[in-house]
């Protein structure tokens, strides 16, 4: 293994940084970024847009309410200099029939060029290029330091920032409308902001956009293209901001902001690891290295695993089974715990150190994935002796990470006691769904029992039932128009039907198929809609960024009430996919094949990862249904999030919560849903995720 | 109270007159008023006080006892040894938070949540020990947000500060207090180490992480 200069990280020391333990120095100047938002959750002014990015790896959470307008936006800086905005506005009243308007749009926001001694900032943005267009505008701006506390912004803007609305798209929507990108009226903006202290920042502007609405008449009553603002930063992270409009309505915003780079804390809060615990040296006692132990002691190695097991199922770590030699032993373990890998591979490897006959000097620490071997890490104990102390980088060095070790020099034991076992859980759940283009919010809430019989770590009888209490899911009458096969758009009829329900029963089986790769077969209720068999295969070297796999399955439709029988709806689909893990922290995943109702196209995914758990990314799947045959929406998009629990709490945990924007349940582009897919959970046993989390090994 | 001095004074009654001559202290007088001032802050709710604790631990284990507090949280709780690895010896309390010292130097630290990853700095340990003058780095290393160790130079200079008496279990013993001052930019902190004549430091208040802050160590026994 080979470390790069990344590894040793040698940074300035500014007070920042070491008061506050929290780093990550980007190239761009302090000038380029700001965390002060407009009503549209994206770095601006009162309404209108600046050209400033937000920090790099910033979530910014807006809500923005005046009148009878509720804007509430979530903004991520994609990269240094793109941001994107998804946005789910509730405008009261705004139907011909006076109810509300619920609407969902996409920003983009591209800095190109960073501030100077001259030079201003300047940046390029389209305001709703997806949605029914109801923001849809675009803009030029340029944003200039005039000194420490002032900053003026300059720009042109096309469609509402150009002072004229589009026709909105009440169709399908969903598409990009580039044949409006850029046309129509031009009107100049402008504006300055003045950060008066840390905290409290004042704002003035001139907009084009006077919010006179074809749809519904005009909805201010405007006095005046001035429109004036106050933000006051209250605590680190949150911020409340009022503002007056065209001298006419008094509004409010609340925001928060969190650095995804930024963990709850560093090194976690897990207890402290065991200590090494050194040998004497071999000149001192070379009695103490002996290997008679192997030959006379004929119970040493169940007696060492027990012990071994017993003390590492403390510390959250699952011995499956060791192999024990004279001077080397294999571990296999299975890490419930640690969110990093490595922080469970230093820990077994301390517990070696303390509990090994001395003659065994070298550790395999096998990692397994679903309960197959995925990976082995060989470290030296003499290594591990001198290193403790040393940091991470040194002791990544000298360890060996690669495929499951096939020099075996006796035979591995399984652990007793541990397999086959039952483990169950019984809890309350909650079923949400936001954004609905009804209703903000619905929710179920209710228990679910949970349970699964391990036979043996790779093969796996699972299933959860769910009993519905109260709630609002149901409420729907969104009855499905599709012309398309209903796989997913009778979701309506499986809450309304399912409040008692078998929500998965699958036997899977996990195993190796040769060297590289890997196999599932996975039968039964695999999903609330779906059951049969689902088949996967893994291609995905131990040090490849790359990995390819296959999937097939023949699935049959369920019943609406989620209990035992089928409708008579089947379907033979699957996909072949590719997967990439970028250097730089970018992901992307292309899946090509048939898809639910019988259509055939291709996924693609791109995802930021952060070598702490966060990914954030979107997906969209084009396949050969048309947008008409689509219904709303046009085709199968989503933005995807996920938050690894122990990021914010600091306890070590491998729970993260997934959070999945998408479009409505349509049945075009639709995939299965089947648990335990291989990809994820192997490539984390894998470089390059080993390595960027190595900073743990010795935690 | 919380206070590390009379914790000492307390747990060494029987075996010296602690704190009866107010001039034999006057070496304390810059940790009495540190952790005066920072100590005054939080109240143990419940369970023994830091001395009881303190003395429990003397009595219950023969080996060696540090008294050791984060300055910022104000309670000196006792730590027993958990590992010696060479000249690092590892100490942990009862919440299973560990700090490992080596040659009087706070070189690592677990389950703080802003812990000290690794600490190469071995020219000062040196001059600490030798109660010499110099310049020298210190290096230090810390997790980043994403997992990697990161490391930060700062130039450190050592300077010896005059004789101080020093509260042990024996009595006063008088040692070289030691001022480690160490400047990057805007960054600054400054170490004190009380070292014996055979070069072993029995009381140090350190620098330790930005989240940890400052932390007070009396090697009480061992």
């Known amino acids: ?699 | 109270m919380k206070k590390l001095t009379p914790l000492i004074c307390i747990a060494a009654l029987g075996l010296t007159a602690c704190g009866s001559d107010p001039e034999a202290q006057a070496g304390l007088s810059q940790v009495k008023a540190i952790t005066k001032a920072v100590f005054s802050r939080g109240e143990v709710q419940t369970g023994p006080t830091p001395e009881e604790a303190l003395i429990a631990t003397l009595q219950s284990t023969s080996g060696p006892v540090a008294a050791i507090a984060i300055e910022a949280q104000g309670v000196a709780l006792p730590f027993v040894e958990a590992g010696r690895n060479g000249p690092v010896q590892t100490w942990i309390n009862g919440a299973r938070q560990t700090i490992s010292i080596k040659g009087g130097m706070i070189v690592a630290t677990r389950g703080y949540g802003h812990d000290l990853m690794a600490n190469d700095s071995p020219e000062i340990i040196s001059l600490l020990a030798k109660r010499q003058s110099g310049t020298q780095n210190r290096e230090m290393y810390f997790n980043d947000g994403s997992d990697t160790n990161y490391r930060n130079v700062i130039p450190c200079t050592v300077t010896p500060a005059g004789r101080e008496n020093v509260q042990t279990l024996n009595g006063l013993v008088g040692t070289t207090k030691m001022v480690e001052r160490c400047v990057s930019g805007a960054f600054e902190v400054e170490n004190t180490f009380w070292v014996n004549g055979s070069g072993k430091t029995l009381q140090s208040r350190q620098w330790v992480s930005g989240g940890i802050g400052y932390v007070i160590v009396n090697h009480v026994r061992g």
């Open chain 1, 1 to 699: 293994m080979t470390h790069s200069a990344r590894s040793i990280m040698t940074r300035s020391i500014g007070l920042a940084t070491l008061l506050s333990s929290t780093l990550l120095g980007t190239a761009t100047s302090a000038n380029d970024t700001s965390l002060s938002t407009s009503t549209y959750g994206l770095p601006g002014l009162v309404d209108l847009p600046t050209a400033r990015s937000l920090p790099d790896a910033t979530i910014v959470g807006t809500y923005a309410r005046f009148d009878t307008f509720n804007r509430s936006t979530l903004s991520f800086q994609i990269s240094d200099r793109l941001t994107g905005s998804f946005r789910y506005s509730r405008l009261e009243g705004l139907e011909s029939d006076g109810t509300d308007y619920f609407d969902r749009s996409f920003d983009v926001h591209y800095r190109f060029a960073d501030e100077g001694k001259y030079r201003p900032s300047m940046a390029i943005g389209l305001r709703d290029i997806i949605g029914t267009g109801v923001y849809s505008s675009e803009y030029i701006v340029a944003t200039k330091s005039v000194t420490p506390t002032i900053e003026a912004t300059f720009g042109l803007g096309w469609g509402r920032l150009g002072g004229t609305y589009r026709d909105f798209d009440f169709g399908n929507g969903g598409n990009v409308n580039f044949e409006n990108l850029f046309s129509g009226n031009i009107a100049p903006f402008g504006g300055v902001s003045w950060k008066a202290t840390d905290k409290l920042t004042a704002k003035i502007e001139y907009s084009p956009d006077e919010y006179e609405s074809a749809l519904n008449g005009t909805v201010l009553d405007t006095q005046t293209p001035i429109n004036i603002g106050i933000d006051y930063a209250y605590r680190k992270g949150q911020s409340v901001s009022a503002y007056y409009l065209h001298g006419d309505k008094v509004g409010l915003k609340f925001s928060f902001d969190l650095n995804i780079n930024e963990p709850a804390t560093t090194s976690g809060l897990d207890p402290a690891p065991l200590s090494i615990r050194p040998r004497p040296s071999r000149t001192s006692s070379p009695q103490t290295y002996s290997t008679d132990w192997f030959v006379t002691d004929t119970t040493a190695h169940e007696d060492v695993q027990a012990q071994i097991t017993a003390e590492l199922a403390k510390e959250g770590i699952e011995v499956h089974a060791m192999s024990m030699a004279p001077t080397r032993v294999e571990l296999r373990i299975s890490n419930t715990k640690y969110g990093a890998h490595p922080q469970a591979i230093g820990r077994t490897a301390r517990m070696m150190s303390r509990l090994m006959p001395a003659s065994v000097e070298v550790f395999d620490i096998t990692l397994t994935a679903h309960g197959v071997p995925s990976s082995t890490t060989t470290v030296k104990r003499s290594d591990l002796e001198a290193l403790e102390f040393a940091p991470s980088f040194v002791i990544q060095d000298r360890a060996q990470i690669g495929e499951t070790v096939n020099t075996r020099q006796s035979a591995l034991r399984p652990s007793d006691d541990l397999f086959p076992r039952l483990t169950w859980n019984l809890g309350p759940f909650a079923r949400v769904n936001i954004f609905d283009p009804d209703s903000p919010v619905r929710a179920d809430f209710g228990v679910r029992l949970k349970a699964s019989y391990e036979f043996s770590p790779n093969l796996v009888l699972s299933g959860s039932v769910r009993q519905k209490l109260i709630g609002n899911l149901s409420s729907s009458t969104r009855d499905s128009n599709s012309t398309l096969p209903h796989v997913r758009s009778d979701v309506n009829l499986y809450d309304e039907q399912g409040a008692s329900a078998l929500e998965s029963l699958t036997l899977a089986h996990y195993s190796r198929l040769g060297t590289n790769l890997y196999g599932r077969v996975t039968a039964g209720y695999l999903e609330s809609m779906f059951g049969g068999v689902s088949g996967e295969v893994l291609w995905k070297p131990v040090d490849s960024r790359l990995a390819l796999g296959a999937e097939l399955n023949y699935v049959a439709q369920r019943d609406y009430d989620q209990l035992l029988g089928f409708q008579d709806y089947d379907i033979l689909m699957g996909h072949v996919s590719g997967y990439y893990r970028f250097d730089n922290g970018y992901h992307a995943q292309l899946d090509v094949g048939r898809y639910l109702a019988g259509d055939y196209g291709a996924t693609i995914s791109l995802n930021r990862e952060f070598s702490n758990g966060w990914k954030v990314g979107f997906y969209a799947t084009a396949t050969d249904v048309s947008a008409d045959d689509f219904g709303e929406g046009s085709f199968d998009k989503g933005i995807t999030m996920t938050v690894p629990i122990q990021w914010a709490s600091g306890g070590s945990t491998r729970k993260t919560s997934n959070i999945d924007l998408r479009s409505l349940a349509r049945d075009g582009g639709a995939r299965l849903s089947v648990d335990g897919r291989l990809y994820d959970e192997v490539r984390q046993t894998h470089t390059p995720q080993l390595e960027e989390r190595w900073g743990r090994f010795w935690r």
